[in-house]
Antibody, heavy 123, light 108 residues
Framework: EVQLLESGGGLVQPGGSLRLSCAASGFTFSSYAMSWVRQAPGKGLEWVSAISGSGRNTYYADSLKGRFTISRDNSKNTLYLQMNSLRAEDTAVYYC????????????????WGQGTLVTVSS | DIQMTQSPSSLSASVGDRVTITCRATQSINSFLNWYQQKPGKAPKLLIYTASSLQSGVPSRFSGSGSGTDFTLTISSLQPEDFATYYCQQTYSTPPWTFGQGTKVEIK
């Protein structure tokens, strides 16, 4: 059974940093690209970032302007999202999601999602 | 970036109704369009991929159609468990990928 378990969320002050983790099980982690998707309170879904199965290819939403870094440790079956210079508008539930393919390509979709972890940016 | 616009933003319907949600892209995305369902406090769930393919385990009352810039999600006979918010997502080419703003289906 595929399981994705996010952790690392919490309350952080504006300008601060946070690292989210997503522990994966039930599938060959290194064979699939992974993504982060976030959802601000009461708002819609926003794709944040993706990373290929090897970790060599990374992609980001333009709105992040270099503040976030996605990475993965295939030996630990874990996906990460390092978030720096956090702003109030980064407050959201952050989901990790498993992609269909090894690399993020046209026609991809998210077939499994974690339960999400809440990040609150506030003073 | 490709922008996705869903309509309507919300709708009220009764059990048994046929429901149609549309999604429009700002440029052609071929058939690289997915649909997700999200219930309050839960993660999204994949319903339809590449515009018209039904994800395993999803009831056949859900269907998708379209290509290019205009797409449709149809629920042929709305069931109580279908009251949720629905999102389209384009995965045309490599990321960035984008979601529509969502359509909330409420009980009439």
């Amino acid at each position: 059974e595929v399981q994705l378990l996010e952790s690392g969320g919490g309350l952080v002050q504006p300008g601060g940093s946070l690292r989210l983790s997503c522990a994966a099980s039930g599938f060959t982690f290194s064979s699939y690209a992974m993504s982060w998707v976030r959802q601000a309170p009461g708002k819609g879904l926003e794709w944040v970032s993706a990373i290929s199965g090897s970790g060599r290819n990374t992609y980001y939403a333009d709105s992040l302007k270099g503040r976030f870094t996605i990475s993965r440790d295939n030996s630990k079956n874990t996906l990460y999202l390092q978030m720096n210079s956090l702003r109030a508008e980064d407050t959201a539930v952050y989901y990790c999601a498993k992609d269909l393919n090894l690399i993020a390509v046209a026609g991809d979709y998210f077939d499994y999602w974690g339960q999400g972890t809440l990040v609150t940016v506030s003073s | 970036d490709i922008q996705m616009t869903q309509s309507p933003s919300s709708l009220s319907a009764s059990v048994g109704d046929r429901v149609t949600i549309t999604c429009r892209a700002t440029q052609s995305i071929n058939s690289f369009l997915n649909w997700y369902q999200q219930k309050p406090g839960k993660a999204p769930k994949l319903l339809i991929y590449t515009a018209s393919s039904l994800q395993s385990g999803v009831p056949s009352r859900f269907s998708g159609s379209g290509s290019g810039t205009d797409f449709t999600l149809t629920i042929s006979s709305l069931q109580p468990e279908d009251f949720a918010t629905y999102y389209c997502q384009q995965t045309y080419s490599t990321p960035p990928w984008t979601f529509g703003q969502g359509t909330k289906v409420e009980i009439k």
